[in-house]
């Protein structure tokens, strides 16, 4: 069975970008739609963005013009940046695959990362 | 964006007790509502898409309905592990929104 597992510093300073890495076992990264999602206190459940196997992207408005996902099918992991963060960008990051687009199924178990100086 | 509002945002219940949770979204979705399960400290799980699909490997007991563009979670008997935080969230149209989530909690 898939199983997604993120990786990234857990402590990034303001200003800086915020790098992850999920790394997908169990089936093929080339095919479904392969998701960042975050959860904040503050705000909640909140979909960062998607990357599909072909390389087409879709981002949050919110988020667009800070975020770049891409997605390396030989290594079977996708990467997330988010340039420019301030503390409002502290949450768990979550990576998940997309399933007919967006629903998500599984999730992978979840990266604190605190922006901090 | 499309929000999406649940109510209640916690409930105080018992063991066996048929509970039921309410997602209403800002405009007409179709049927494209998904509800997850998250226990503190864990990634929110799928439960029912489409608005009353069952994922597989779900309990029986958790089902999903639609009406316009109101949509509920249904327990039917809750057990111990169903003391969780309950979030919904539309597939229609990008960007992709969740609601508040629900609490039940242990009366």
């Known amino acids: 069975q898939v199983q997604l597992q993120e990786s990234g510093p857990g402590l990034v300073k303001p200003s800086e970008t915020l790098s992850l890495i999920c790394n997908v076992s169990g089936d093929s990264i080339n095919k479904y739609y392969w998701n960042w999602i975050r959860q904040s206190p503050g705000k909640g459940l909140e979909w960062i963005g998607y990357v599909y196997h072909s390389g087409t992207t879709d981002y949050n408005p919110s988020l667009k013009s800070r975020v770049t996902m891409w997605v390396d099918s030989t290594k079977k992991y996708f990467s997330l940046n988010l340039s420019a963060v301030t503390t409002a960008d502290t949450a768990v990051y979550y990576c998940a695959r997309g399933i007919a687009v967006a629903s998500y199924d599984p999730w992978g178990q979840g990266i604190q990362v605190t922006v901090s100086s | 964006d499309i929000q999406l509002t649940q109510s209640p945002l916690s409930l105080s219940t018992s063991v066996g007790e048929r509970v039921t949770i309410t997602c209403r979204a800002s405009q007409s979705i179709g049927s494209n509502v998904n509800w997850y399960q998250q226990h503190p400290g864990k990634a929110p799980k799928l439960l029912i898409y489409?608005?009353?699909y069952l994922q597989s490997g779900v309990a029986s007991r958790f089902s999903g309905a639609r009406s316009g563009t109101e949509f509920t979670l249904t327990i039917s008997s809750l057990q111990p592990e169903d003391f969780a935080t309950y979030f919904c969230q539309q597939s229609y149209s990008s960007p992709f929104t969740f609601g508040q989530g629900t609490r039940l909690e242990i009366k």
């Open positions: 489409v608005a009353s």
